[in-house]
């Protein structure tokens, strides 16, 4: 345990000299996500030096310069969403489905596997949980749902989620066999567009039956961005999102930030 941070960390047992004596929780954790997120970016490098090494290969086999058509798809997306960073005492479901939905347009570079594409999109995520998100003094935090009413009865709910809509722009910088084989490794930038919250339960007060949607939320991070790849045979490619925004605002809400994995089906 960190010296004055009140929380078993297990990076600073495996290895207390990256931290401090009197770091703290707070900087062990941001010393993690910087790893993690240069870590991330070498493997990327790392994945675009081999497939040129392929292309080179690949090319040498044949003529690859019909592979990719100088056309505007479209694509689908569905995906589960892992909440990072919660707060300690709220729990996030394991199963927060989501959708991407967009357009997007090759563009071949010469006679190679290689192709850039960009588009437009739409990014939807529903991020399930045991709080309703609440606001005090110009600060939203997650309110873990209580166990019983202001009566003493007690409560249940269906469900309490966070939703989110992003118009995204993508790029991508994919390749192609022409056995089907495919990858495409590019980045993401989101706008945020819409942003509610639903909770379906009994009331806090009474236990009546309630619905109840708020959809002006403060402090959310109007941008986001982070890198997507894809990797699979024809149209059905498994997906991959990692957002390096937080969803809300620096020190106005809670610091989650999603993890998408999911199935594409791009005819691309």
């Known amino acids: 345990m960190a ?18 004596f009197d770091c703290g ?3 062990i954790r941001l010393h993690y996500s910087k790893h993690l997120t240069l870590s991330l970016m070498k493997k990327l490098l790392l994945i ?3 497939l040129m090494m392929l292309n080179t290969i690949v090319s040498a086999q044949g003529n690859s310069g ?5 056309k505007i798809a479209m694509g689908v997306d569905v995906f589960n969403d892992m909440v990072m ?13 989501g959708a991407n939905i967009y357009a997007m347009r090759n563009f071949p570079l010469g006679k190679s596997n290689f192709a850039f594409a960009a ?40 469900k309490s989620k966070l939703s989110l809509t992003y118009l995204d722009v993508p790029a991508e910088l994919r390749f192609k066999t022409e ?3 495919r990858i495409a490794i590019g980045i993401k930038v989101g706008y945020l567009i819409n942003a509610h919250t639903k909770y379906k339960g009994d009331d806090f007060e ?12 403060p402090n959310m991070q109007s941008w986001r961005f982070g890198p997507n790849m894809q990797i699979g045979y024809k149209w059905v490619n498994l997906t991959a999102f990692y957002s390096l925004s937080k969803v809300f605002e620096e020190n106005l809400g809670p610091q989650i930030y999603p993890i998408s994995l999911g199935l594409s089906l791009r005819p691309f």
């Open 119 to 158: 588009g437009i999109g739409l990014g939807m995520h529903n991020l399930f949980s045991n709080s309703t998100l609440q606001d005090t003094s110009g600060v939203s935090f997650f309110s873990k749902i209580p166990d019983k009413t202001t009566g003493g009865s007690d409560l249940s709910y269906k």
């Open 85 to 97: 960073d919660a707060p300690a005492d709220i729990k996030f479901r394991g199963f927060n489905p």
């Open 66 to 70: 019909d592979l990719f058509k100088d």
């Open 3 to 20: 010296a004055d941070c009140g929380h078993f960390c297990y990076f600073y047992y495996l290895c207390p000299q990256t931290c401090p």
């Open 48 to 50: 675009v030096t081999c």
């Open 25 to 27: 929780y707070l900087n």
């Open 206 to 217: 009474d236990g009546s039956k309630t619905k109840i949607k708020i959809s002006s939320l």
């Open 179 to 181: 056995s089907g084989f």
